[in-house]
Structure formats: C-alpha cells, structure tokens
C-alpha cells in the first residue's frame, strides 16, 4: 500500500472509531452546549463579514464544496452576509483553480459561478456591505420567506442552467418551517452534491435551552431531516462528516444525494 493510501485508510478507520467513542462524544456535545451559552459562535469573520458559525462547520463546507465543485450554492438565511462570502471565495478558488489547470486568465466578474442567498429581512446596512465586498460579483440575494411560494419559484428559476447545486438551509429553525425548505430546495440538489441543514444540534440540547426562540426540543431541524429523510431514498446522512467534525451545529444534517442510488463508498 502506498503512502497516500495507507493515510487514507488510517483517517477512515480513526474517525470510524469516534462513532463508537461515548466519552468523546459526550465531551464535544458538552462544549457546543457551554459554547452557546456563551455566545462563541458569533466571534468569527470570514473575509470582513461576520459569519456565525463554528469554524469546524467553515471547515467543512470548504471540503464539500472542493469535493463538489458547485456552480451554485443556494443559501437560506443570510444575516451579516459571512456565509455568502465565503461561498463566494471558495467558488473564487475553484475557478482559479480551474484557471491554472486550463492554463487560461479568467475575469472573475464573468464566472458563471454564483451564490444566492434568500432572507426574509435583508437590512440595509448588511446589503450594502454586502454588494461593496470584493466578492459581490459572485452572489446574488432575494428578500422574502424562503417558503413563499413566489420565493420558491425565483430560486427554481434562477437555479436553471446549472449543473451542480449545493444547497444550505439556515434561516428559521422549527420544524415546520425546515421541513418546507427541505421539500422547496433539496430537489435542486444534484448526484452527489449535499443540502446542508445546520442547527440540527437543537434537538440534542437541553428543552428550553433557546428559551427566547419558536424552536427546541422536538421543534427543530433535526426532527424536520429526520421526517423527511423518511420519503426521500435518495438522500443520506453523511455520518463520517459529523463523527470528524465532533463539534457542529449539523449533526445528522450533512444530506448527500447519493450517486445512481448507490451510498457514499459504494
């Protein structure tokens, strides 16, 4: 077995090992709860924006999108506008990538690569930081529920033409309310590409522990993936994602369209 190989082996085998690993486990669902209450997802920027998400998930979404190469991330909720910009700087990267391989120059405000963000109240100022950022040529954004009908059928026909569709769903987080988002968006997602649900870890914390908020134990993400995993065959869980991460606000919310039917490593 070559180097690289045995590397590979050594990595799968040691996070398959965390899945059976209780106190590990127990410890990471420990800190993300101490590190909610304390507020340390809002500390991070990505690129000047405010991004409020862990950087483990940051990590992650930049391996998905290199193992993917989209050439549309669909994004519901957009806040300060973090998240967009590093979609748009991770399709930046794929297209100089691309570039390099080619052995071509490409203007990036031509890239067909694009990132739309749905929000239902895109503030003024957070606009304007937005469409002033370096990446603006990259992303697009439509104010309205994500679950509006008219606001579905924007982003159905915005996502015509492209050929790899990664989806994000980060907005409001009852259950009624993703499980909508779910059957809206997840149908754009192309083989092998992912929807990524965040904020499933709800339903792992304590009940009332967003005592100012609609969703919690039993109202949330999570219970919304599992519902509708239920009908759809032909999205899975990607476990190894999470039992890697260990600290992320997506457990079981990593969704892969499978591949002509077949799981990830068949």
Known sequence: MNPVEQFSRERQERVQSYGADNTFNALSRDWLQQSMQRQYVYNF?????????????????????????????????IAHGGSLVLSASLLAMLDMCDAIEAG????PRQSQRKVLGIDIDIRAHNRA????????????MIQGSAVAPEVVEQVHAFAKGYQRVMVCLDSMHTHDHVLAELEAYAPLVTSGSYCVVFDTFVEDMPPKFFADRPWDVGNNPKTAVRQWLAGHAEFEVD????????????????????????????
């Not at 071509?104 to 203007?107: F, K, N, Q, R, S």
């Not at 999470?242 to 002509?260: C, S, Y």
């Open 45 to 77: 920027d990505w690129l000047g924006r405010p991004i409020i998400q862990y950087p483990q998930d940051m990590w992650a979404m930049q391996e998905l999108v290199w193992r993917v190469r989209p050439d549309l991330i669909i994004e519901t909720g």
């Open 129 to 140: 930081a937005i469409e002033a950022h370096p990446m603006a040529s990259r992303i697009a």
């Open 239 to 266: 476990q190894a994602m999470q039992q890697r991460l260990q600290v992320t606000v997506a457990p079981d919310g990593f969704l892969r369209r499978r591949v002509d039917g077949c799981s990830q490593g068949e």
């Open 104 to 107: 071509t120059t490409l203007d």
